[in-house]
């Protein structure tokens, strides 16, 4: 058997994929804003029902040209505004704000959905507090109500890092519409891929010019280069993978659902294991299959199972471990025991295979392992 991942890149079927590029051959047009690009663009603006959309190499430059294009920091030197964040998520949401020329303040999450917990994010607000950047961790919505009025209330930005949440509703609104900015990953590795790629979506019509002189040059035309902007467009390819791939997204959560109602029905009444919450007002997208692993009662550690897993062929991650503030590059300036349910977590957190390709028989098969720990 080959070994079963973490997940698999969603692909769209391979004569779909080849008639959609076969224009790019007659046409010699590769990147630099081409038909694909705009049609990509108007496609995935109706289908996240934004008013507006950039789209980027990847989500990392969508989340770090977003905090340039709202000129919260200075990206030639190190200022000391700061942005409130969560040290449970991937490296890119710090490193976005570390390359702006701004401080991370990291905000503990919350034990329940592992999201960061607004109810601490107050007393971190100082003087120089610009902006919040939380993030879906999971596809699990932050509490957007308490963080527009916190936002609202002190002057700052809200930047949401949903990267995990492409196609949720909250509430029966879609997650892109909140706050001044949500940025999207559609890296090979989520629910909604563009082999590389990612996306800023924005009320604020004058952001539109920037992000886009930001991630082109700032070249306005042939002869007028207007700002100096960085090079992060999205290609003809990757927009001609969303393309395919946007028509089968309610397939691929669809199949992901049942995945994720195997794991529970296997796993919900194991002592020691917490599953990912479910929220009533959340339409997810199962993008991941956290579990959390308490010694104490299951009887083995959450790297004992990793261990047991591996042995078996069977690789989940331990998405998010080590925390952000753990990182060596960070680790210096930051203490993890001030964020302790965040270390909590990201000591105990295991996440399972899930991709819509995962045969249920397989996920049967990762349970008994758990079931024999
Ligand atoms: N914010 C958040 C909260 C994020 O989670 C991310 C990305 C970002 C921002 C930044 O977005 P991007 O700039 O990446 O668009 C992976 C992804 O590379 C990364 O996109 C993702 N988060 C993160 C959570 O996971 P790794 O280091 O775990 O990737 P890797 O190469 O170990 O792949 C994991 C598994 O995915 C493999 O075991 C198999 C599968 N896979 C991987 C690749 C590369 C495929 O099936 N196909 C593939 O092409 O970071």
Redesign the pocket.
Known sequence: MDKI?????SMPPIDEFIDEIKELWDSHWLTNMGVKHKQFQSELRSYLGVKNIELFT????A?ELTLQALGLGDVSKSSDYEVITTPY??A??THAIVRNGLKPVFCDIKQDNYTIDEDKIEALITDKTVAIMP?H?YGNICNIEKINDIAQKHNLKVIY?A??SFGERYKGVKVGTFGDVS?F??????VFNTI???AACFNDDSLGQRLYDLKNFGIHDAETVAAVGSNAKMNEFCASMGICNLRHISEEISKRKKVDERYRQHLEKIDGIRLNPVDKDTEYNYAYFPIVIDEDKFGKSRDDVYEKLVSKDI?P?K?FYPLVNDFDCYKDKYDSSKTPVAKYVSDRVLALPIYAGLELSIVDDICEILGEC
Do not use: P, Q, W
């Open positions: 991942l973490v997940t698999r890149s990847n989500g990392h430059m989340l998520t991937f890119s949401t993030v961790v890092d990267a995990h940025c990953s559609f890296h090979a590795t989520k590389e790629g990612g690789i991650r998405y």
